[in-house]
Nanobody, 114 residues
């Protein structure tokens, strides 16, 4: 099974930027797609962005034009570039790997505050 380690969360003011990383190790040869989810306090976990092995991407409407998902297959690393951050982007962000045994990262906190 794959192991995921996220990094890059933190505190940022509205309008600022952050870049999240998710390093995958272990069984990575059968990954079908990778994604970022987020969960704000009192809310359900939601899909933020997804990227397939062929490079196709999909974004939540709330982040289109502000967030960019990418992956470095040679490094088995997933990224999420977040620009023009808003207070409503505050959440714990989780890396997710779609494979026969899906896996989740431990989460990284992103807080956007005035």
């Amino acid at each position: 099974q794959v192991q995921l380690v996220e990094s890059g969360g933190g505190l940022v003011q509205p309008g600022g930027s952050l870049r999240l990383s998710c390093a995958a190790s272990g069984r990575t040869d059968n990954i079908l797609a990778m994604a970022w989810y987020r969960q704000a306090p009192g809310k359900q976990r939601e899909l933020v962005a997804l990227i397939t092995n062929s490079g196709m991407t999909n974004y939540a409407d709330s982040v289109k034009g502000r967030f960019t998902i990418s992956r470095d297959n040679a490094k088995n690393t997933l990224y999420l570039q977040m620009n023009s951050l808003k207070p409503e982007d505050t959440a714990v962000y989780y890396c997710y790997v779609q494979q026969p045994k899906p896996a989740w990262g431990q989460g990284t906190q992103v807080t956007v505050y005035s």
